[in-house]
């Protein structure tokens, strides 16, 4: 069965990201255009390499998650201290909205986190922090300026750790000043921060910090998928390109 060709102009938004992440896949890769137009000739053939791909793309997801799992412990502790209550490198639950320090992080701007009702509310479940509501873990400093909401934002220490953690080594964490220089941004021919993968690093910190236990797209307590979408929807609107613009500057000093 010959594939149907559908012009761009026909996407849906999520179509439009999806290619556009096909094309840098491309181009990371010498020869695989010419090898998917002279060797897959019919739509079977493409979703038996749109299954490989898949397949390679949640064991690296898988092997970030469980890597940051013990290592936001670290970047959240504060030098010379511990953490109080203290928490386990292996195991969630006690994440999230149940520990001081990570409720802290995590929750919206729009809130207070001092504020014990609201702490109690967003612990119970009777409140809830959606996807589309930015944590504070987002923010330079952990600190929030609602007359400019752009001051800060994905300039924290904690995702700078993150990204220097899965793209260049775990050790360049402490030593590489530096995102997008060697490790697997080297690898991938990365020579400044692509949008996408920051917002793939701000899911994956934002997951660490939570008492979910499993990665999921939409499950209740996380829903990745929205929380990753809405950013890179922030990142690639027109109207903010000259804070997008700084704000990729700031990321490729």
């Known amino acids: ?21 096909f094309e840098a896949l491309l181009s990371m890769v010498p020869g695989l255009d010419a090898r998917l137009s002279e060797n897959l000739n019919d739509e079977n053939d493409f979703r038996f ?14 092997d970030d998650t469980k890597a940051l799992k013990g290592a936001v412990i670290e970047w959240i502790t504060p ?3 511990t953490l109080n209550p203290p928490l386990a490198r292996h195991t969630k639950v006690d994440r999230g909205f ?27 479940g009777e409140m809830q922090a959606y996807s589309n509501q930015w ?10 300026n609602a007359a400019n909401p752009w001051e800060g934002l994905l300039r924290s220490e904690l995702l700078v750790n993150g990204y220097k953690y899965i793209f260049t080594s775990p050790s360049s ?10 490790g697997n941004a080297r690898i991938h ?20 910090l939570t008492s979910a236990a499993t990665f999921s797209r939409s499950d209740y307590i996380t829903d990745s998928e929205s929380f990753y979408t809405s950013i890179v929807e922030l990142l690639e609107d027109p109207e903010e390109l000259e804070h997008v613009n700084s704000l990729l500057t700031w990321w490729n000093r």
């Not at 149940?98 to 119970?124: F, I, Q, Y």
């Not at 964490?173 to 060697?182: G, I, L, Y």
Request: hydrophobic letters at 35%; proline letters at 7%; glycine letters at 4%.
């Open 1 to 21: 069965m010959e594939m149907e060709l559908r012009p761009r102009e026909s996407f849906s938004p999520e179509e439009h990201r999806e290619h556009k992440v």
């Open 135 to 144: 944590p504070y873990f987002l923010y330079q400093d952990h600190t929030f």
């Open 189 to 208: 021919g990365m020579q400044q921060v692509p949008i996408p993968s920051l917002a793939y690093v701000a899911t994956q910190v934002r997951f660490a």
């Open 173 to 182: 964490v402490e030593k590489e000043p530096k995102a997008a220089r060697s």
């Open 79 to 81: 030098r010379g201290e």
């Open 49 to 62: 390499v749109a299954s490989m791909i898949q397949k390679g793309m949640s064991g690296a997801r898988a």
């Open 98 to 124: 149940n520990h001081d320090c990570m409720g802290r992080l995590l929750c919206p701007v729009e809130l207070d986190w001092a504020d014990l009702s609201t702490k109690e509310k967003l612990r119970s």
